[in-house]
C-alpha cells in the first residue's frame, strides 16, 4: 500500500469510528456523567459569545463562585478564573460566526480535533513500527477506550489537549529520527498547549525536558538550538499561571486550583478500591487488557529471547514514556480524591502512557510480511475491533440511562424551555435570578438564558443569606421545593410570594413585609380542584384497594380507630393502583394529609413510586421525624410531591410506610390528592 493511502485508510477508520460513536449524541446538552464540569466549559463558550469574545475575561452565567467563599458571596461580575480557555474560545468564535449556539457546535469542535490527535497517534505508530496493521490496532485501541469515547465530543479541554500532547510526542519522535530543530520546536509548541489547557499534560512537557536534558549530557543533542523555545514555554506557561492566579483573585473562580490528595494510608486504599470498582472497566474493557498484556508479553519476549536489537529512538521512546508514568503517579498522589470521582482524569494522566507502551510493545511484537500475514492481520484486527466498538457503544448507551435519582438529568428536565417560557414573560435577559437549590451551577442559567447566583446547597444559613442578595426574581424547581428548600427553611414562604409557574419551575419575588399563607396557598392548590383523591379513616373494613390496613383501638385521631405499624413490621399502610390516568399526560402535583402519633419518636418514610414496566422511573421519601415534633401526640403531616409524566400507558402509582426505624406508628385520617 501506498504511503499516502495508509494514511487515508487510518483516516477513514478514525472518521467511521467516531461517526459509529458520537453522531446520536452529538446536539446532547452536557447531562448525565459529570454533567456539572462538561456545563461549566459549555458556559464558558456561551459566556465568550455574549461578551463579544474577549478572551481575557472569560465568564459564564454564575455571579457568585465557589473559590474561595464555597458559592456564599454574590459577586457583580461572572467571570472566572480558569486555565487556558482556548478549547472554549474557538467554539465561541464558531457559535459567534453561525448565530449558533448550540451543543453540537463545542461537541463537534471536540470530536474533530479527536480525530486530529487519534491521526497523529497513528503516525506516531507508524513512525516507530514501520506497520500499518500495527499502527490501526492501535488507533482503534485507543479510540474505543469507554472513558475516551464518552468524552470525545464532550466539553472537556482533556480530549483537544491529549491530541495536543500526542502531536507534540509524535514531532518529538520525529525530532529523535531526523535531527531536524523544526520538528523539536513544533513539539514544543504543541506539548505547550496541551499544557497550558489542562495542567496534566505538563508531565510529557516535563518529561522531554527531562529526557532531553539526559541527551545533552550524553552529547546526543545540542543545548544552544533548544534554550529559546524551551525558554519561551516556561515563559508562556508561567504568564498564563500569573494571569490565572490575578483573575482568581479578582473575581474568585468555579474550578478547582489546589491539591486534593488522600487523608491518610487507609484514605489511599479505599479509594483505589473505588476506583477499581467503577471505573477499571470504564478505563478499557476486558478485550483491551487482554491485547495489551498479549502485546507486551509478545514483545518482552521478542526482546528477551528472539534478541530484537532495540533501535535508539525506541529506547528514548520508552524512556520517556516511563518518565511520564512517574510524572503521572506523583500528580496522582497529590489529587488522589479527584479519581474518586472523576473518570476523565485517567485520561488526563494514565491513559497517553498506556498507549505509549502498547505502541513500544507492538513494535518489537514479532512481524510477517507474508500475503497471508497480511490477510490474517486484516482478519485479526476486524475481530478484534467487534467487541472493543461493541463494549465502547454499550458504555455510550449505559451511561446515558437515567434512573429516577439523578437530579442533573431532573434539573435539565425542569429548566428545559425556561428562556422561552421567561421571554413571554418579558423578564429582561439582563434579569438576575437566584437559583435555590441549582444542583448543578450553570445548567439552570444556560437554559434560563440569563445570569444569576446558584445557591448549590440548602442548608438554613445559605438560603437565609442569599434572600439578602441583589437579586430579580427567586427561581425554584417545583419538583424540589417541598423536600429540599421548605422541609430546611420553612419561613420562605412568609418571605416570598410565588408569581409564575409552568409546572416545572416557580418564579417568586420577595418584599419587606411578610406574607401571611400556608404552604398549600404558596403552591396554589387552593386554587385548583384535584384531579384524583383518594383517603382512608379505618372506621371501615371496605379498604380494598389498600394493603396493611392494621387498624388499632389504643389511640385515634378522630373516631374510634387509627390505622397502627409495629414494631417488627418493615412496610405500613400502602396504596397501589394500576388503573389511574393522573399521570399520563403531565407532570402532576400530589398533596398528602395526615396525622400521626408516636411515643417514641423514630424514623418512618413516606415513599411515592411510580413503577413503569417494571422500572421505577420516580422514587421520592419524606422521613416523618422532620415533621413530628412532639411524643405522645397526634400532629398533622403535609407531604407535597412532583410527580413526573409517567412515559408508559401502564404504570403503577404506590404510596406507603417504611417502617426505617423499627418503631411503632399510628396514623389516622389518611387522604392524598393529585392535583
Given at each position: 500500500?501506498?504511503?499516502?493511502?495508509?494514511?487515508?485508510?487510518?483516516?477513514?477508520v478514525?472518521?467511521?469510528?467516531?461517526?459509529?460513536?458520537?453522531?446520536?449524541?452529538?446536539?446532547?446538552?452536557?447531562?448525565?456523567?459529570?454533567a456539572?464540569?462538561?456545563?461549566?466549559?459549555?458556559?464558558?463558550?456561551?459566556?465568550?459569545?455574549?461578551?463579544?469574545?474577549?478572551?481575557?475575561?472569560?465568564?459564564t452565567?454564575?455571579?457568585?463562585?465557589?473559590?474561595?467563599?464555597?458559592?456564599?458571596?454574590?459577586?457583580?461580575?461572572?467571570?472566572?478564573?480558569v486555565?487556558?480557555?482556548?478549547?472554549?474560545?474557538?467554539?465561541?468564535?464558531?457559535?459567534?460566526?453561525?448565530k449558533n449556539?448550540?451543543?453540537?457546535?463545542?461537541r463537534?469542535?471536540?470530536?474533530?480535533?479527536?480525530?486530529?490527535?487519534?491521526?497523529?497517534?497513528?503516525?506516531?505508530?507508524?513512525?516507530?513500527?514501520?506497520?500499518?496493521?500495527k499502527?490501526?490496532?492501535?488507533?482503534?485501541?485507543?479510540?474505543?477506550s469507554?472513558?475516551?469515547?464518552?468524552?470525545?465530543?464532550g466539553?472537556?479541554?482533556?480530549?483537544?489537549?491529549l491530541?495536543?500532547?500526542i502531536?507534540?510526542?509524535?514531532?518529538?519522535?520525529?525530532?529523535?529520527?531526523?535531527?531536524?530543530?523544526?520538528?523539536?520546536?513544533?513539539?514544543?509548541?504543541?506539548?505547550?498547549?496541551?499544557?497550558l489547557?489542562?495542567?496534566?499534560?505538563?508531565i510529557?512537557?516535563?518529561?522531554?525536558?527531562?529526557?532531553?536534558?539526559?541527551?545533552?549530557?550524553?552529547?546526543?543533542?545540542?543545548?544552544?538550538?533548544?534554550?529559546?523555545?524551551?525558554?519561551?514555554?516556561?515563559?508562556?506557561?508561567?504568564?498564563?499561571?500569573?494571569?490565572?492566579a490575578?483573575?482568581?483573585?479578582?473575581?474568585?473562580?468555579?474550578?478547582?486550583?489546589?491539591?486534593?490528595?488522600?487523608?491518610?494510608?487507609?484514605?489511599?486504599?479505599?479509594?483505589?478500591?473505588?476506583?477499581?470498582k467503577?471505573?477499571?472497566?470504564?478505563?478499557?474493557?476486558?478485550?483491551?487488557?487482554?491485547?495489551?498484556?498479549?502485546?507486551?508479553?509478545?514483545?518482552?519476549?521478542?526482546?528477551?529471547?528472539?534478541?530484537?536489537?532495540?533501535?535508539?529512538?525506541?529506547?528514548?521512546?520508552?524512556?520517556?514514556?516511563?518518565?511520564?508514568?512517574?510524572?503521572?503517579?506523583?500528580?496522582?498522589?497529590?489529587?488522589?480524591?479527584?479519581?474518586?470521582?472523576?473518570?476523565?482524569y485517567?485520561i488526563?494522566?494514565?491513559?497517553?502512557?498506556?498507549?505509549?507502551?502498547?505502541?513500544?510493545?507492538?513494535?518489537?511484537?514479532?512481524?510477517?510480511?507474508?500475503?497471508?500475514?497480511?490477510?490474517?492481520?486484516?482478519?485479526?484486527?476486524?475481530?478484534?475491533?467487534?467487541?472493543?466498538?461493541?463494549?465502547?457503544?454499550?458504555?455510550?448507551?449505559?451511561?446515558r440511562?437515567?434512573?429516577h435519582?439523578?437530579?442533573?438529568?431532573?434539573?435539565?428536565?425542569?429548566?428545559?424551555?425556561?428562556?422561552?417560557?421567561?421571554?413571554?414573560?418579558?423578564?429582561?435577559?439582563?434579569?438576575?435570578?437566584?437559583?435555590?437549590?441549582?444542583?448543578?451551577?450553570?445548567?439552570?442559567?444556560?437554559?434560563?438564558?440569563?445570569?444569576?447566583?446558584?445557591?448549590m446547597v440548602?442548608?438554613?444559613?445559605n438560603?437565609?443569606?442569599?434572600?439578602?442578595?441583589?437579586y430579580?426574581y427567586?427561581?425554584?424547581?417545583?419538583?424540589?421545593?417541598?423536600?429540599?428548600?421548605?422541609?430546611?427553611?420553612?419561613?420562605?414562604?412568609?418571605?416570598?410570594?410565588?408569581?409564575?409557574?409552568?409546572?416545572?419551575?416557580?418564579?417568586?419575588?420577595?418584599?419587606?413585609?411578610?406574607?401571611?399563607?400556608?404552604?398549600?396557598?404558596y403552591?396554589d392548590?387552593?386554587?385548583?380542584?384535584?384531579?384524583?383523591?383518594?383517603?382512608?379513616?379505618f372506621?371501615?373494613?371496605?379498604?380494598?384497594?389498600?394493603?396493611?390496613?392494621?387498624s388499632s383501638?389504643?389511640?385515634?385521631?378522630t373516631?374510634?380507630?387509627?390505622?397502627?405499624?409495629?414494631?417488627?413490621?418493615?412496610?405500613?399502610?400502602?396504596?397501589?393502583?394500576?388503573?389511574?390516568?393522573?399521570?399520563?399526560?403531565?407532570?402532576?402535583?400530589?398533596?398528602?394529609?395526615?396525622?400521626?402519633?408516636?411515643?417514641?419518636?423514630?424514623?418512618?418514610?413516606?415513599?411515592?413510586?411510580?413503577?413503569?414496566?417494571?422500572?421505577?422511573?420516580?422514587?421520592?421519601?419524606?422521613?416523618?421525624?422532620?415533621?413530628?415534633?412532639?411524643?405522645?401526640?397526634?400532629q398533622?403531616?403535609?407531604?407535597?410531591?412532583?410527580?413526573?409524566?409517567?412515559?408508559?400507558?401502564?404504570?403503577?402509582?404506590?404510596i406507603?410506610?417504611?417502617?426505617?426505624?423499627?418503631?411503632?406508628?399510628?396514623?389516622?385520617?389518611f387522604?392524598?390528592?393529585i392535583?
Amino acid at each position: 500500500m501506498k504511503i499516502q493511502g495508509h494514511k487515508l485508510l487510518a483516516l477513514i477508520v478514525i472518521i467511521l469510528l467516531g461517526i459509529i460513536f458520537q453522531m446520536k449524541y452529538i446536539n446532547e446538552f452536557p447531562s448525565h456523567t459529570h454533567a456539572w464540569a462538561q456545563s461549566d466549559r459549555y458556559s464558558l463558550a456561551k459566556g465568550f459569545v455574549n461578551n463579544n469574545l474577549n478572551f481575557f475575561k472569560p465568564e459564564t452565567y454564575v455571579l457568585n463562585h465557589q473559590f474561595p467563599d464555597n458559592w456564599a458571596s454574590p459577586s457583580k461580575e461572572s467571570i472566572t478564573a480558569v486555565e487556558f480557555p482556548i478549547h472554549d474560545y474557538i467554539p465561541a468564535i464558531f457559535m459567534k460566526l453561525s448565530k449558533n449556539s448550540s451543543p453540537w457546535v463545542f461537541r463537534l469542535y471536540t470530536l474533530l480535533y479527536s480525530f486530529i490527535g487519534l491521526f497523529f497517534l497513528y503516525k506516531l505508530a507508524f513512525l516507530l513500527s514501520g506497520n500499518i496493521y500495527k499502527s490501526v490496532l492501535t488507533i482503534i485501541f485507543a479510540a474505543s477506550s469507554p472513558v475516551y469515547v464518552y468524552y470525545q465530543a464532550g466539553f472537556l479541554p482533556t480530549i483537544p489537549s491529549l491530541s495536543n500532547a500526542i502531536i507534540g510526542l509524535y514531532f518529538y519522535t520525529n525530532f529523535l529520527k531526523s535531527k531536524k530543530n523544526k520538528d523539536f520546536n513544533i513539539s514544543i509548541l504543541f506539548l505547550t498547549l496541551a499544557a497550558l489547557s489542562r495542567t496534566t499534560f505538563a508531565i510529557p512537557l516535563i518529561a522531554l525536558f527531562c529526557l532531553e536534558s539526559l541527551r545533552i549530557l550524553q552529547k546526543k543533542s545540542i543545548l544552544t538550538s533548544k534554550i529559546l523555545p524551551i525558554l519561551l514555554s516556561i515563559i508562556i506557561i508561567a504568564s498564563s499561571f500569573l494571569y490565572n492566579a490575578y483573575l482568581r483573585e479578582l473575581y474568585g473562580s468555579i474550578f478547582l486550583n489546589h491539591i486534593l490528595p488522600a487523608s491518610n494510608l487507609k484514605h489511599a486504599i479505599e479509594i483505589l478500591a473505588t476506583v477499581k470498582k467503577n471505573w477499571i472497566l470504564q478505563y478499557f474493557s476486558i478485550t483491551h487488557y487482554i491485547i495489551f498484556a498479549t502485546a507486551f508479553g509478545l514483545g518482552l519476549f521478542s526482546v528477551i529471547f528472539k534478541r530484537k536489537k532495540l533501535h535508539e529512538e525506541s529506547i528514548s521512546f520508552l524512556m520517556l514514556t516511563i518518565i511520564i508514568l512517574l510524572g503521572c503517579i506523583a500528580f496522582t498522589l497529590l489529587m488522589l480524591q479527584q479519581f474518586n470521582s472523576h473518570d476523565y482524569y485517567f485520561i488526563d494522566t494514565f491513559y497517553l502512557p498506556i498507549i505509549m507502551l502498547l505502541i513500544i510493545a507492538l513494535v518489537y511484537t514479532p512481524t510477517y510480511t507474508t500475503q497471508w500475514a497480511s490477510k490474517i492481520s486484516i482478519l485479526g484486527i476486524f475481530i478484534i475491533s467487534i467487541p472493543l466498538v461493541i463494549s465502547a457503544n454499550k458504555t455510550q448507551e449505559t451511561r446515558r440511562i437515567s434512573k429516577h435519582w439523578n437530579r442533573t438529568n431532573s434539573t435539565i428536565n425542569n429548566f428545559r424551555n425556561t428562556a422561552m417560557f421567561l421571554d413571554s414573560l418579558n423578564i429582561a435577559d439582563s434579569a438576575k435570578l437566584l437559583v435555590i437549590d441549582a444542583y448543578a451551577p450553570n445548567i439552570p442559567f444556560i437554559l434560563m438564558n440569563r445570569k444569576g447566583y446558584a445557591i448549590m446547597v440548602t442548608s438554613r444559613e445559605n438560603i437565609e443569606n442569599s434572600l439578602t442578595w441583589d437579586y430579580d426574581y427567586i427561581v425554584t424547581q417545583n419538583e424540589f421545593f417541598v423536600s429540599d428548600i421548605y422541609s430546611v427553611y420553612p419561613e420562605i414562604i412568609n418571605k416570598t410570594k410565588k408569581i409564575w409557574d409552568n409546572g416545572y419551575i416557580s418564579i417568586s419575588n420577595s418584599d419587606a413585609k411578610p406574607y401571611k399563607q400556608s404552604l398549600y396557598q404558596y403552591l396554589d392548590l387552593d386554587k385548583k380542584t384535584p384531579y384524583f383523591t383518594e383517603n382512608i379513616d379505618f372506621e371501615s373494613e371496605d379498604n380494598q384497594i389498600w394493603q396493611n390496613t392494621t387498624s388499632s383501638t389504643t389511640t385515634s385521631f378522630t373516631g374510634e380507630k387509627s390505622g397502627f405499624l409495629s414494631s417488627d413490621q418493615t412496610f405500613g399502610l400502602t396504596y397501589k393502583n394500576k388503573n389511574t390516568k393522573a399521570i399520563k399526560n403531565q407532570p402532576r402535583t400530589l398533596f398528602i394529609q395526615t396525622y400521626c402519633y408516636q411515643e417514641e419518636l423514630s424514623q418512618v418514610n413516606v415513599i411515592v413510586s411510580i413503577n413503569e414496566k417494571g422500572r421505577n422511573t420516580y422514587y421520592k421519601s419524606y422521613n416523618i421525624l422532620d415533621f413530628l415534633h412532639k411524643e405522645n401526640e397526634w400532629q398533622k403531616i403535609n407531604l407535597f410531591y412532583h410527580l413526573p409524566k409517567a412515559n408508559s400507558e401502564n404504570y403503577e402509582l404506590a404510596i406507603y410506610f417504611q417502617n426505617t426505624g423499627k418503631s411503632e406508628l399510628y396514623i389516622d385520617d389518611f387522604e392524598f390528592r393529585i392535583y
